[in-house]
């Protein structure tokens, strides 16, 4: 299977700007901008550097002279980067329809416009694809989400069957579009504003859909394949600690958040199923002997509990050493490796 598929679509009046975010991840970023190049109708592009180490911007620039381009002095992940994009396209009078925010190590096909903008005129708000992986093109790596439902299992992320359909523009309604590749009308922003800088990165578009959704917005995922990504090449590069501690430490905040009302489970049922999956996850690790990814959700842990939010900055606090001490504990009782 062909990963863009070069077919070309009919033309809609929807205007995309799409932001794509780069972290020391310049290859990635040009192979995605490649792909971009080929879709039909062409978008406008805003491309934030994320405080990369090296500068390669004019070498992106000259391949690229059509696209826009920010340069963020500190790293403030993926909920900062993305709003500087954000902020770019709001703040200019011919401000585009939908802002489509687009993960730099994905690949994107060339009629995603065209098959996004039917979507969204059947009555949604944000939309995205199904979700596919990079290294194995026919393998979905994510559908749509539900999220802390009642009648789900004990869970926080429910799937929701999203197959694949190549002859109509199917869309099943979400709590949570992926955020990888997420298409979002202005009005959205103008109602809701931007996305909470306070997670940095994990969980920040599932707090931003679930506020849309909450404003009576409608978040949809489209049954067709229409980008392939490369799955957590980020953590690859940043290490498995850093995920750990953002997944954790974020989860609380989104509970905190939106927990209750007709579909999700109320506060108490919602903390208690929370330390349940905290406990499992610091328990894998130290079941791995990862003692760096146990002590990260120790401190992810600790840093919700007081409220610590934004860029992590890797120090281990007395709160957390007990935390660890107590999961630790329980942790031997229920047999874990001594």
């Given at each position: 299977m062909?990963?863009?598929?070069?077919?070309?679509?009919?033309?809609?009046?929807t205007?995309?700007?799409?932001?794509?975010?780069?972290?020391?991840?310049?290859?990635?970023t040009i192979?995605?901008?490649?792909?971009?190049?080929?879709?039909?109708?062409?978008?406008?592009?805003?491309?934030?550097?994320?405080?990369?180490?090296?500068?390669?911007?004019?070498?992106?620039?000259?391949?690229?002279?059509?696209?826009?381009?920010?340069t963020?002095r500190?790293?403030?992940?993926?909920?900062?980067?993305?709003?500087?994009?954000i902020r770019?396209?709001?703040?200019?009078?011919?401000?585009?329809?939908?802002?489509?925010l687009?993960?730099?190590?994905?690949?994107?096909?060339?009629?995603?416009?065209?098959?996004?903008?039917?979507?969204?005129?059947?009555?949604?708000?944000?939309?995205?694809?199904?979700?596919n992986?990079y290294?194995?093109?026919?393998?979905?790596?994510?559908?749509g989400?539900?999220?802390?439902?009642?009648?789900?299992?004990?869970?926080?992320?429910?799937?929701?069957?999203?197959?694949i359909?190549?002859?109509?523009?199917?869309?099943t309604?979400?709590?949570i579009?992926?955020?990888?590749?997420?298409?979002?009308?202005?009005?959205v922003?103008?109602?809701?504003?931007l996305i909470?800088?306070?997670f940095?990165?994990?969980?920040?578009?599932?707090?931003?859909?679930?506020?849309?959704?909450?404003?009576?917005?409608?978040c949809?995922?489209?049954h067709?394949?229409?980008?392939?990504?490369?799955?957590?090449?980020?953590?690859?590069?940043?290490?498995?600690?850093?995920?750990?501690?953002?997944g954790?430490?974020?989860?609380?905040?989104l509970?905190?958040?939106?927990?209750?009302?007709?579909?999700r489970?109320?506060?108490?049922?919602?903390?208690?199923?929370?330390?349940?999956?905290?406990?499992?996850?610091?328990?894998?690790?130290?079941?791995?002997?990862n003692?760096?990814?146990?002590?990260?959700?120790?401190?992810?842990?600790?840093?919700?509990?007081?409220?610590?939010?934004g860029?992590?900055?890797?120090?281990?606090?007395v709160?957390?050493?007990?935390?660890?001490?107590?999961l630790?504990?329980?942790?031997?009782?229920?047999?874990?490796?001594?």
């Amino acid at each position: 299977m062909n990963r863009i598929q070069t077919e070309k679509s009919s033309k809609n009046s929807t205007r995309f700007g799409f932001v794509l975010v780069n972290y020391n991840g310049w290859d990635d970023t040009i192979e995605c901008l490649e792909s971009i190049t080929l879709c039909d109708p062409k978008p406008e592009v805003v491309v934030v550097d994320n405080a990369s180490v090296e500068d390669r911007s004019k070498e992106v620039l000259d391949r690229f002279p059509n696209i826009h381009w920010v340069t963020s002095r500190d790293n403030t992940g993926w909920s900062g980067g993305n709003n500087l994009g954000i902020r770019f396209f709001l703040d200019r009078d011919n401000c585009p329809d939908v802002i489509f925010l687009l993960n730099n190590d994905t690949m994107v096909a060339s009629d995603i416009l065209q098959v996004l903008s039917e979507a969204l005129d059947q009555g949604y708000d944000v939309v995205g694809p199904v979700i596919n992986e990079y290294s194995d093109p026919d393998v979905i790596q994510t559908q749509g989400t539900a999220f802390n439902r009642k009648d789900q299992s004990l869970n926080f992320f429910s799937v929701i069957p999203t197959p694949i359909d190549s002859e109509h523009i199917t869309v099943t309604p979400v709590d949570i579009v992926n955020g990888c590749a997420v298409a979002i009308r202005r009005e959205v922003f103008d109602r809701i504003g931007l996305i909470d800088e306070r997670f940095f990165l994990i969980c920040e578009e599932s707090d931003f859909c679930l506020r849309a959704i909450e404003a009576r917005f409608r978040c949809g995922v489209v049954h067709r394949s229409l980008v392939w990504h490369k799955h957590s090449v980020t953590f690859a590069r940043a290490g498995k600690p850093i995920q750990r501690y953002y997944g954790v430490r974020n989860l609380w905040l989104l509970v905190r958040r939106h927990s209750g009302g007709p579909l999700r489970r109320n506060w108490l049922s919602s903390v208690v199923l929370y330390w349940r999956r905290a406990f499992y996850v610091y328990s894998h690790e130290l079941d791995l002997r990862n003692t760096a990814g146990a002590r990260a959700v120790c401190d992810g842990i600790a840093d919700a509990i007081l409220g610590r939010y934004g860029k992590w900055t890797e120090r281990t606090t007395v709160f957390a050493r007990i935390i660890s001490l107590l999961l630790k504990a329980v942790w031997r009782i229920r047999g874990g490796r001594r």
